[in-house]
């Protein structure tokens, strides 16, 4: 794993093919600051670094997006939002 990556286009492409654009754009500022702050808290191990920053990166991927039934990924429902799929039928 890269110590810090600078762009999208240095994530590992296993990153670039599953995930969408905006969560691409999630992980990478989500690993950045993480990545800087544990480095500047005195964190020098760039395994340690990296491993942290990814852990946090992806928590912050999954709070946005969830995986659909195919395993794509996309934009999760907001707070309160009902997913119309589960919706149940009028009965009427």
Not at 7 to 16: E, K, M, T, V, Y
Not at 28 to 43: A, D, F, P
Request: charged share 30%; proline share 7%.
């Amino acid at each position: 794993m890269k110590a810090n990556y600078e762009s999208i286009g240095d994530l590992p492409q296993s990153l670039r093919d599953e995930l969408p654009d905006m969560a691409q754009r999630t992980y990478l500022s989500t690993y950045r600051r993480v990545w800087e702050k544990c480095h500047m808290g005195g964190m020098e191990s760039e395994d340690e670094l990296a491993h942290t920053a990814h852990e946090a990166a992806m928590l912050a991927v999954n709070a946005q997006f969830d995986k659909d039934d195919q395993g794509r990924w996309r934009n999760a429902p907001a707070a309160g939002e009902i997913e119309p799929d589960k919706i149940p039928p009028d009965s009427a």
